[in-house]
């Protein structure tokens, strides 16, 4: 079996330089988004309707957080929110014009650095990297968190 510290540095490595590449092509076209502001955008945009309240459990962070990262997208012009015509106390979240054309620029630039990424890889590779990868995660997604000091 692999050395847990080069298993650690590997992954580490791979979250690294594809965040970095991606944070380089976005700030090319928008210097004020960081990488919650795209997480929060994605989950609004995929997620409809979608309060405050599914974006803290989607994000797994405080209604706090939450909200100041609503307020900054809002002040961007990526998102608006609208009365929730369901339950008064909360509003809906949905991406503006110019939050549609962001994530669509993400999107396309997100294919190009996995295009790269994946080069010289057959598809059987790929699957078998994805299955891998999935595993991990569910591994960890099942791991008992009280286990976690």
């Not at 590449?21 to 795209?38: A, C, F, P, S, W």
């Not at 994000?59 to 012009?77: F, P, S, V, Y």
């Not at 591994?139 to 009280?146: A, F, Y």
Request: hydrophobic content about 35%; overall charge positive; some cysteine.
């Amino acid at each position: 079996m692999q050395d847990s510290n080069d298993f650690s540095e590997t992954i580490y490595s791979l979250m690294y330089v594809f965040k970095v590449r991606l944070r380089h092509v976005i700030r090319e076209h928008t210097k004020d988004i960081n990488g919650m502001h795209v997480r929060t955008l994605r989950l609004i945009e995929q997620q409809q309707p979608c309060t405050a309240l599914d974006v803290s459990v989607g994000l797994n962070r405080d209604k706090g957080q939450i909200t100041r990262l609503i307020k900054e997208l809002i002040a961007h012009g990526w998102i608006i929110k609208t009365p929730n015509p369901h339950d008064k106390r909360s509003q809906l979240l949905a991406l503006t014009d110019q939050g549609k054309s962001l994530m669509t620029l993400i999107a396309q630039e997100e294919k190009l650095i996995i295009k790269t990424m994946t080069n010289g890889l057959s598809e059987d590779q790929l699957n078998t990297f994805k299955q891998t990868a999935n595993q991990l995660i569910n591994n960890l997604k099942q791991q008992d968190t009280s286990d976690i000091t």
